[in-house]
């Protein structure tokens, strides 16, 4: 799957743990890009996959409050293009459960 113009947006149902983690595998087609992530409007961390090789990167995260929630990958690239920087081959949320 490719990030739709410069951001990509994931909804989050209001049911479910709070304690969440993403899940992602992929790369960028160009050189320099890099992928804010932010939950509900809030900035949480920033990732920059590499160019022309796949990198698996995990992220957990705490949502807080009543009702549904979005989780936006935000593409930033040093040049202007409209072939999509990112190519995931994967993009997830998931229940965060602290080791045992």
Known sequence: MHGS???TKLTIAPEGPSG???I???KS???GVQIQICVDDQPISTWAPPQNEFQ???LPFIIHGG???ELELR???PHTTSQSPI???RLQIIPDCPPQ
């Open 5 to 7: 113009s410069s951001t």
């Open 20 to 22: 969440l983690r993403l």
């Open 24 to 26: 992602a595998r992929a």
């Open 29 to 31: 087609q160009f050189p």
């Open 56 to 58: 698996d990167f995990t």
């Open 67 to 69: 009702g549904p929630h």
């Open 75 to 77: 593409f930033t690239a």
């Open 87 to 89: 190519t995931f081959t």
